[in-house]
Nanobody, 128 residues
Framework: QVQLVESGGGLVQAGGALRLSCASS????????MGWFRQAPGKEREFLAS????????YYADSVKGRCTISRDDAKTTVYLQMNSLKPEDTAVYYC?????????????????????WGQGTQVTVSS
């Protein structure tokens, strides 16, 4: 069973930045893609960004494009989400997820159904 451990959440003022980390226990390189999602109270889980582990290709939701950057550290099997210019509406629980399915179309990883393992979530609160 793959375990994902997120960190880096917290309270930040509007306009600030945070970097979320997600460490995967999977060192077998069967990881094909990782993604970040968020869920605000009363709302559905929302896709934010994904990264193809082998090629480094990335894909972003329009809501965060230009403000967020997803990256990976191969040696640590860790994925990061750098978030800048944070807004109060970014307040949510942020989840990372790992997919073990190969797709040549990055938009495949926009769906939560593409992922097999999920982290426990980390709270991000942006104050106005």
């Amino acid at each position: 069973q793959v375990q994902l451990v997120e960190s880096g959440g917290g309270l930040v003022q509007a306009g600030g930045a945070l970097r979320l980390s997600c460490a995967s226990s999977d060192h077998t390189y069967s990881n094909y893609a990782m993604g970040w999602f968020r869920q605000a109270p009363g709302k559905e889980r929302e896709f934010l960004a994904s990264i193809d582990w082998r090629s480094g290709s990335t894909y972003y939701a329009d809501s965060v494009k230009g403000r967020c950057t997803i990256s990976r550290d191969d040696a640590k099997t860790t994925v990061y989400l750098q978030m800048n210019s944070l807004k109060p509406e970014d307040t949510a629980v942020y989840y990372c997820a790992q997919s073990q399915t190969t797709s040549f179309v990055m938009s495949y990883y926009n769906s939560a159904n593409a992922y097999h393992f999920w982290g426990q979530g980390t709270q991000v609160t942006v104050s106005s």
